[in-house]
């Protein structure tokens, strides 16, 4: 399995930096996945008007481990969601989790 490559935006840039928004205010945060032409992840907050009109491959959720009751949550709504266009191969989907130890990024997929 190759590593797919994330695109730089300042949503990325703020998950992935030293220490990003979402530990700051001690929320987390969520979101949708979609590729680029270049076949890069693209991050999306649900609020993001081109959640509804871009094919998703998936969520994304930074700073909780994959029992977090969101992640769950998440799940079942990207699912059932009709208005998102989703992209389906066989039911599967892609799950980025973005989690922090010593503001180091990790991606479980």
């Known amino acids: 399995m190759y ?13 992935t930096g030293a ?10 945060r969520s979101g949708f ?6 076949r ?10 081109h959640v ?11 700073d909780v481990s994959i029992s977090h009751p969101l992640v769950w949550s998440m799940l079942l709504h990207f699912s059932h969601f009709p208005s998102l266009h989703k992209v389906n191969h066989n039911g599967s989907y ?5 989690c922090r130890h010593d503001y180091q990024f990790l991606i479980s997929i």
């Open 52 to 62: 509804c009109t871009v094919p998703l491959i998936g969520i994304w959720i930074s």
């Open 19 to 28: 220490l990003p928004l979402s530990v700051l205010q001690g929320r987390v």
């Open 40 to 49: 890069r992840l693209v991050l999306l907050l649900g609020s993001d008007s």
């Open 33 to 38: 996945l979609t590729v680029n032409e270049t």
């Open 94 to 98: 892609l799950l980025l989790l973005t």
């Open 3 to 15: 590593p797919v490559p994330l695109l730089s935006t300042p949503l990325s840039s703020n998950l």
